[in-house]
């Protein structure tokens, strides 16, 4: 008994012209011309049907609370943790839930149904976990929402951090963070690390670290979160967010670097929105880009996915929750325009964040969850290239979001009235034209 089927749609793997068939909340056949009938069919003939997208880094707690208290007038990663500083004793249970709430509409209307958010365990009242451990029960339905606890003014600098991380987990956080290059020297910030992936390895936990997000071509806690990781045995349950420090770094280190992080097993978290405009800051010209190496960690097999991290917070004014424009970023600035680096673009906002997260059933196969984005782009890359409108958005064999296409009128004479930027087929006297 199929429910709904999605007819003639496009996959990311290349395949074209598929039908899938959902029975209840799962996928049960994936298929051309498939023969059964459903309660309601889709035609998505011309689209692409991808998994849903994945945000493997993100802050819900800061979150749509530009402007308070105040703007972020130099636009740097200082100012911005100083001002969420000014910001954390003014915050309230109801408020950070209403934000957070407000923030997952935007990502439900974008086809983002999965988020792993940082939540800052800096404050003694830990209220940003409440709210978000409450925001997680909410918008379970529709969204799975991974939590960590991230020591946002350091595991070691911030007095009680060390308990109140503990206490969050808890209370039913799932991640342990840390954030070793904010810590007061490099061999706190080394200590701090160990500390944390001993805490993980006990409570047997995966850990998200924000990591050596500087210019600092000599910090090290990349290295030591890779080798404490083999140390502990926490092969692929390990991620490093931002790296930004391996961008600076002399080359002959980076590549022995890598080899270590392969060895780990290290997935790696960058952030493109935010690391080109907050990285190089101090530079004159030639200004550092501050993306860490992703095309060398890619070709080393390193699971890279590419997050949001910001929107419209202390740190980043912009962002609207769209993984596609993220996706568009990272693909730039990492001047990753081979044909299968844009596919792993593509792939950085959806499977390989899916797991780097572990979400269970995830993908577009027979068995997993109906969960899904249909995307008015014909494969990957014109998705990116487009921030393609997502015309419908199903999680659990629904309908849960929709939008009409985006399409242009024109009343120009001799030309077409509609405007649709999708490639279009072949003409018949390209398709007779001898190569080259
Ligand atoms: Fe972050």
């Known amino acids: ?36 009938k459903a309660g309601r069919e889709i035609d998505v003939a011309g689209c692409l049907v991808s998994p849903p997208f994945v945000d493997a880094h993100f802050h819900m707690d800061a979150t749509l609370s530009l402007g308070r208290p105040r703007l972020n007038r130099s636009g740097t990663l200082l100012e911005g943790i100083a001002l969420w500083g000014e910001l954390k004793p003014l915050l309230t249970v109801e408020a950070l839930i209403e934000r957070a709430l407000a923030y997952c509409d935007w990502a439900v209307a974008r086809g983002l149904l999965a988020v792993r958010s940082h939540v800052d365990v800096c404050d003694p009242r830990l209220l940003a976990v409440e709210a978000l451990v409450d925001v997680r029960r909410r918008v379970k339905p529709y969204l799975d929402l991974q ?15 060390p308990e109140q991380l503990r206490r969050a987990l808890d ?38 670290m924000h990591c050596d997000e500087s ?12 080798a404490e990781t083999v140390r502990l045995g926490l092969h692929g349950r390990v991620t490093g967010s931002h790296l930004t420090s391996m961008h600076s770094m002399d080359n ?18 960058a952030n493109p929105l935010i690391n080109i405009t ?44 769209d993984m596609l424009e993220v996706a568009h970023m990272g693909l730039h600035v990492g001047q990753l325009t081979g044909l299968e680096e844009m596919a792993a673009c593509f792939r950085a906002v959806t499977e390989t964040p899916a797991r780097i997260m572990g979400l269970d059933g995830y993908g577009l196969a027979p068995g997993c969850y109906a969960d899904c984005v249909v995307l008015q782009a014909n494969d990957p890359v014109e998705a990116i290239r487009l921030r393609a409108a997502r015309r419908y958005v199903l999680r659990r064999g629904r309908v849960i979001a929709e939008a009409p296409p985006a399409v242009s009128r024109l009343s120009l004479p001799g030309r077409p009235q509609a405007v649709d930027f999708r490639r279009a087929a072949a003409t018949a006297s390209e398709k007779g034209r001898a190569p080259g």
Not at 149 to 158: I, K, L, N
């Open 171 to 208: 209370m039913g956080v799932e991640v342990v963070g840390g954030i070793p290059h904010f810590e007061r020297t490099m061999a706190d910030g080394a200590a701090s690390v160990r500390a944390l992936c001993e805490l993980a390895a006990e409570r047997g936990l995966m850990v998200d």
């Open 215 to 226: 210019d600092d071509p000599m910090s090290r806690h990349v290295e030591t979160l890779a």
């Open 278 to 321: 907050l990285q190089g800051r101090q530079d004159t010209y030639p200004k550092r880009r501050g993306l860490t190496r992703v095309k060398e960690q890619m070709a080393a097999g390193l699971a890279v996915a590419f997050g949001q991290d910001c929107a419209m917070d202390p740190w980043y004014s912009l962002g609207s929750g």
């Open 147 to 161: 939590l960590v606890a991230f020591p946002q003014d350091g595991y070691y600098r911030s007095p009680g951090a």
């Open 1 to 36: 008994m199929i429910d709904l089927i999605l007819r003639g749609g496009n996959l990311p793997d290349g395949r074209h012209g598929v039908d899938i068939g959902i029975a209840g909340e799962r996928i049960v056949a994936v298929e051309p011309n498939l023969a059964a």
């Open 252 to 269: 002959y280190y980076a590549s022995k670097l890598i080899a270590l992080m392969t060895e780990a097993r290290l997935n790696v978290v």
